[in-house]
């Protein structure tokens, strides 16, 4: 079973996840996720990334970034606003970016689907698509694979590309964040493609994966025990 995580921080890994960068600017940390934020750095899901100088003008209620440069004197970042009509002292959040660890992610699916960690999940496409491992659904060994920003051609047509060469057991299932229509659409090796909110369990307080739903997307009967298969 993967680490215990709200769905509230679930749903931030995702949203982050389907950036290009999978950064999150330090400023919008702060103002749009302040609960829930502190719990996905905690758990490890965003670890802190380089400094920025490009920041809000706090001053400004439009919050327009603006250059933000050393002061020697003081030790700490500042602006000149002419809003504020001076000297603007950067708060130490507004110059932090925070980035999704995509190996915590993927640790976290293989605890999810019980993979063996035996072997490292492995890199499909660059950035893009990984191979998890393989795990028992019902009486079916399935090969489990991770992708994301799949509603973008690119990457879609790589993703195939790559899972014409590696076809794992079939049916797999291709996990990903995409916020994407993507119902009933079969890859190559007959790899089912689902987002992972699809797989959640829906009475829980946390997030979960319900092999059950996983079983209904494969289109596989089976038992409810998931047992450890080695890759």
């Not at 749903?11 to 290009?20: F, G, H, N, R």
């Not at 440069?69 to 925070?98: C, I, M, Q």
């Not at 797989?199 to 089976?222: T, Y």
């Amino acid at each position: 079973m993967g680490q215990r995580i709200s769905k509230s921080v679930f749903d931030l890994v995702s949203e982050v996840c389907e950036t290009d960068s999978r950064r999150l600017c330090g400023s919008n940390l702060v103002d749009h996720f302040p609960e829930v934020g502190p719990l996905a750095v905690k758990c490890g899901a965003l670890r802190q990334g380089p400094t920025k100088t490009s920041v809000p003008d706090r001053a400004n209620h439009e919050c327009r970034s603006i250059t933000a440069e050393w002061d020697p004197e003081t030790n700490r970042y500042r602006y000149f606003s002419l809003h504020a009509r001076g000297w603007v002292t950067v708060p130490k959040d507004d110059l932090l970016t925070w980035n999704l660890d995509i190996d915590w992610l993927l640790l976290w699916i293989a605890g999810e689907f019980d993979v063996s960690l035996r072997t490292s999940p492995k890199t499909l496409v660059e950035n893009h698509l990984w191979y998890v491992g393989i795990s028992r659904v019902g009486h079916h060994q399935v090969s489990v694979f991770f992708t994301r920003r799949l509603h973008l051609g690119k990457v879609y047509d790589q993703v195939v590309d790559a899972l014409r060469t590696k076809s794992g057991h079939s049916p797999g299932i291709l996990l990903t964040t995409s916020k994407w229509s993507v119902r009933n659409i079969t890859f190559p090796g007959e790899h089912r493609v689902a987002t992972l909110q699809s797989c959640l369990a829906d009475d829980h307080s946390s997030a979960r994966i319900d092999m059950a739903h996983v079983r209904n997307i494969l289109g596989v009967r089976g038992t409810e025990d998931v047992g450890r298969i080695l890759d």
